[in-house]
Structures are given as structure tokens and as C-alpha cells.
């Protein structure tokens, strides 16, 4: 990609200002936990709020893709030609108050559940196996275990994006949306922090409930390289059920595999291809559809694949700026 207007601006932005870094052509698919996928166009990497603030205000109306730990969002092998986020520094802070716990966008989940429960400030346990951030966590409203993201989150700080720029709201959860797997909160949105009321417990009782939740997690899903669930579950049944029940369990595309372990899981090889996945997650889709009847949709962010199909697997309507 030629250097643009934006990306010079940026590079002097961060020659002025601290806490702001740029990085052209940066590996994209290597900061998702798929680990395969090629480069984006720039990485703009924020860590203070004034720096974030500037940014916004130099880089709209372009489109940004918001990047937490990566682990819903896949990139294809020759890359996306955009502009990635990423938050980090002030981003990253944890503040306890009684029950009332401020979370930055970039808080690590598992890490916000372990330091929570040493506190005895227990409702994020099932936080401990989701490999993402705080900020992902809200807009995909993340949960397992029996709890979501929703059920604890109060209100979070977010930079709302509309055509005449950002403005910063807090919103309350109501306000967000929060539904099973996702949530209002728009693809050029940025969420800086949120806060969750949670409740006092001993922590013992959280430890050993972390633990159980490990060995869960240990004993029935795969580890390697994949997003988690590639489909959300439709009403009343569940994905990998049905995945498995016209025999796709381990079904092989060149380097990626449908996992043995689990028929939701997509995984990739090391050395492999992020586009052999995407084809895989299209040959599993269509061929629920032909055959059971139900369209699956996929819940992991597409970047830079064809756009036809991409939307056709996100389940989107029109334009939208992740596939181009
Ligand atoms: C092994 C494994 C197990 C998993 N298990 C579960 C599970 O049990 N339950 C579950 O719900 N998910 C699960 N996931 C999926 C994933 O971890 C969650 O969806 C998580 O919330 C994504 O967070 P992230 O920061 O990695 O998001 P990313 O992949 O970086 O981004 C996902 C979406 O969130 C947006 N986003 C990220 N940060 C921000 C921000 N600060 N502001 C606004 N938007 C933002 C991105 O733009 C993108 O649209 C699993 C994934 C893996 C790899």
C-alpha cells in the first residue's frame, strides 16, 4: 500500500504526541488467536485516552477495525488494507471500589477474573476460559457457563461514531443492547472502559470455581489455533450438534480442520492458511443449510475475504467495510 494522507498524518501525530505508535504494514493475522492471515494496512496502537481522542479526529471518517485480543476475527492470507486499532497502557487498568469494578477495554478477560476473585469480587468466573478483552467482550456481550457479559456490566465509556465524528458517551447497558452474541454497539464504534457491579464472595470459593472451569474447558474444547465457536447457536439447538450430524466432525479443507473435539471449532495449522479456513467455514455452512434446512451464522469478524460471501456468513445486509 502507498503511504496516504491519513497515515502521514498519523506518523506525525506520533512524532508530537506520546502514547500513540504506528506501524505500516503491520502482521494483522499474527494478533488473532487464529495465528494465520496477512498484514493490514496500518496498526495505530492508542494508550492514553487524549491520544485516542486525536486519533479519532485524524483518521475519521475512514474505517477502523477495533482489534482487542483478536480471538473473533480472521483475516485473510494477503491481508486487509485498513486501518487497525488497538488499545493498550491506560486502556489496560483495573479499579476496584466496593462491588463497583472499572474495566479498560483492553483488560484481558481471563485476567479480570483471576484478579477479581483474589479480591472476593466474584460474577466473571466464567471470564477465565474467553481468551478476549473487555472491549470485545461487550460488543460480542461474551458469556459461557451459564452468565454473559450483560448480566454484570453496568455502563461503559464509549467513542460513538457518526458522519460528523466521534463523540464520547457513557452508555448504560440498556442503552447498548446487550443480546446473545452481540450488541448495538456499531463496527466503527471504540469502547474505553466499562463498569460491572459484582458481587462479594469468598475468594476460595471463586478459586476453586476458576478451577472448574479450566478443567472444563481443558476436557472439552480444543486448544491450538481457532476463534472459539465459528457459529452461533440458532434457537433451540445448538451448531455443533447439528455440524455433527451430517458427519463434518474433522472434516479436512487443505490445512484447516473442522476439530475432532468439538464440531463448532474451526481449526488452523501452524504454517497454515487463513483462506483454507474461510473456505471451511463456507463448505460446513452450506452444507447445513442444504441439508438440515438452517442457516448458520458466523460470529467470527471476516477481513478481507470476498465480500459476497462474508456477508453472506455474518449474516449482514449491504455494505460493509470489514470485507473490502
Ligand atoms: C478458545 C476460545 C474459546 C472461546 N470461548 C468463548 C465463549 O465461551 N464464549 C464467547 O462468547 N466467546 C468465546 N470465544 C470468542 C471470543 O473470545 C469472544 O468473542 C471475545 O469476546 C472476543 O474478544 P476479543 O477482544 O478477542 O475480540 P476481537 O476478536 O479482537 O474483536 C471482536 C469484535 O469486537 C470488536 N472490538 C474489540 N475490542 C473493541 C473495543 N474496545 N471497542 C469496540 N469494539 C471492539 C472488534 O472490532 C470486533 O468486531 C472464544 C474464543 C476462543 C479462541
Not at 505508535?21 to 494508550?47: D, I, K, N
Not at 454473559?148 to 442503552?175: C, L, N, P, V
Request: proline share 2%; charged share 20%.
Amino acid at each position: 500500500m502507498r503511504q496516504s494522507k491519513i497515515e502521514t498524518a498519523l506518523q506525525a501525530l506520533m512524532e508530537v504526541m506520546e502514547g500513540v505508535a504506528v506501524e505500516h504494514r503491520a502482521g494483522f493475522g499474527a494478533l488473532t488467536t487464529y495465528r494465520v492471515g496477512g498484514t493490514c494496512g496500518v496498526l495505530v496502537t492508542c494508550s492514553t485516552v487524549a491520544a485516542l481522542e486525536r486519533v479519532l479526529s485524524t483518521i475519521a471518517p475512514s474505517d477502523v477495525y477495533v482489534l482487542g485480543n483478536g480471538s473473533n476475527t480472521l483475516v485473510a492470507d494477503h491481508g486487509w488494507d485498513g486501518i487497525v486499532l488497538r488499545l493498550s497502557g491506560e486502556f489496560a487498568g483495573i479499579e476496584v471500589s466496593e462491588r463497583s469494578v472499572r474495566l479498560g477495554a483492553a483488560v484481558h478477560l481471563p485476567v479480570a477474573a483471576r484478579t477479581l476473585a483474589v479480591k472476593g469480587l466474584g460474577g466473571l468466573e466464567w471470564a477465565v476460559g474467553i481468551p478476549g478483552t473487555v472491549g470485545g467482550a461487550i460488543k460480542m456481550n461474551a458469556g459461557g457457563h451459564g452468565s454473559d457479559t450483560a448480566t454484570w456490566m453496568e455502563s461503559a465509556e464509549i467513542f460513538r461514531y457518526s458522519k460528523s465524528g466521534y463523540h464520547r458517551q457513557s452508555a448504560s447497558k440498556d442503552e447498548l443492547e446487550l443480546r446473545y452474541r452481540g450488541s448495538n454497539v456499531g463496527d466503527m464504534d471504540i469502547v474505553a472502559s466499562a463498569v460491572f457491579c459484582l458481587n462479594q464472595r469468598s475468594p476460595a470459593e471463586l478459586k476453586s470455581r476458576i478451577s472448574e472451569i479450566v478443567a472444563w474447558r481443558r476436557d472439552n474444547q480444543p486448544g491450538g489455533q481457532n476463534a472459539g465457536s465459528v457459529f452461533v447457536n440458532p434457537n433451540d439447538d445448538f451448531a455443533a450438534r447439528l455440524i455433527d450430524s451430517i458427519g463434518m466432525r474433522g472434516l479436512r479443507y487443505r490445512s484447516a480442520e473442522v476439530s475432532k473435539r468439538h464440531a463448532n471449532f474451526i481449526q488452523a495449522a501452524p504454517g497454515g492458511s487463513s483462506d483454507d479456513v474461510f473456505e471451511l467455514i463456507w463448505i460446513v455452512q452450506q452444507r447445513v443449510e442444504k441439508e438440515v434446512g438452517i442457516r448458520l451464522r458466523t460470529e467470527i469478524k471476516l477481513l478481507g475475504f470476498d465480500a459476497e460471501r462474508s456477508r453472506y456468513l455474518m449474516g449482514r445486509q449491504g455494505n460493509d467495510s470489514y470485507t473490502t
